[in-house]
């Protein structure tokens, strides 16, 4: 029987992939930690506990006790975060790693680990468009760094002690069900929870700027099948490329405007323009879709009609208390 370790079970993809997992898995093997408190569905819904990856000895005393046999791990700084504090976000993103690849080396009962990757690890030596699997990659950013070593070391770990380590580079992800948490793709939250509760969004980003994202439910099948797959079927241990819909604000708020006429859109780029040049408008994940049948199935207007209807009822319900 599998015991599973979610890592960061109160962010974004990892409490949204503690339930799934539950769902797959039973309740009472999906162990989600955070060094917070996780939302009370993720609480109550099987066990929770405070947990500091950092903390290398109770990391690798909680795995023993419970008998956990896969770890995913999404503790990290984000990208906009990661830029105001780079010393601190660095030790954070990279120590946390090597601790769970430590971890995983000296438990064998740990056969898969889980570790995200991102788009951040391209750079603006990187084609613009498609961006290759296997390319340039020279990132700016400090996130951006600390992913792209993360990735050799995932294949370090595998080539060199045979730790079973898989990894997908995220585009921007959009989910209802969690607020923005301090990344460059952000706008693409923001921007619908904007539109239903004022009808207007200020943009950190200008209105042509065209980025890879994609809607969690897709991010989520991804990563379980990715860890699904047999290992002798994988062609890489380092991060796999996966693509949604690419788009801009301006395209979403045209988008949006078919569901709230009077939507208004202004723009006020910052720091994280910058950043966000640096990185490719669309990915190339062909070898993701022949090597695990990855394919994604929300465009743009299929998200677009979801996110204003859960939000609508998620903040309406809100209101109710209930």
């Known amino acids: 029987m599998e015991n599973i370790l979610i890592i960061g079970a109160a962010g974004q993809i990892g409490s949204e992939i503690t339930l799934e997992l ?14 917070k408190n996780a939302p009370a569905d993720i609480r109550d819904g099987g066990p929770f506990q405070l947990l500091d990856v950092m903390d290398d000895k109770r990391l690798i005393h909680f795995v023993i006790r419970h008998k ?17 504090l780079p010393v601190q976000a660095w030790k954070i993103n990279m120590d946390s790693l090597m601790n769970i690849l430590e971890v995983a080396k000296l438990v064998e009962e740990i056969h898969k680990v889980f570790w995200p990757s991102s788009i ?4 603006e030596s990187t084609p613009k468009t498609f961006a290759p699997q296997v390319t340039v990659m020279e990132p700016s950013t400090v996130y951006g760094i600390s992913k792209l070593a993360g990735e050799r070391w995932c294949e370090y770990y595998f080539k060199k002690f045979g730790v079973d380590v898989r990894s997908i580079r995220y585009p921007g992800l959009i989910s209802y069900k969690t607020e923005p948490g301090g990344g460059t793709t952000d706008w693409a939250v923001e921007i619908y929870y904007d539109a239903v509760r004022k009808e207007n969004y200020t943009c950190f980003l200008k209105e042509d700027t065209t980025l890879p994202m994609m809607f969690m439910p897709d991010a989520i099948k991804a990563t ?7 290992r002798s079927r994988l062609k890489l241990h380092s991060a796999y490329n996966i693509a949604g819909p690419s788009m801009c604000p301006k395209e979403v708020a045209k988008d949006i405007r078919r569901h709230i006429p009077n939507f208004k859109i202004q723009y006020e780029p910052d720091f994280r323009q910058e950043i966000a040049e640096t990185w490719p408008e669309s990915i190339d994940d062909s070898l993701a879709r022949t090597n695990d049948d990855w394919k994604p199935e929300y465009d743009l207007t299929r998200i677009t009609d979801i996110m204003l209807k859960e939000i609508r009822e998620k903040i309406n319900n809100s209101a109710q208390g209930k």
């Open 22 to 35: 539950r769902k797959i898995y039973g309740d009472s093997h999906v162990f989600a930690t955070d060094i």
């Open 68 to 84: 956990i046999t896969q770890i995913y791990h999404f503790a990290a700084v984000l990208s906009g975060n990661a830029e105001k």
């Open 120 to 123: 951040a690890v391209f750079g």
């Open 224 to 230: 379980i099948n990715l860890m699904e797959v047999e």
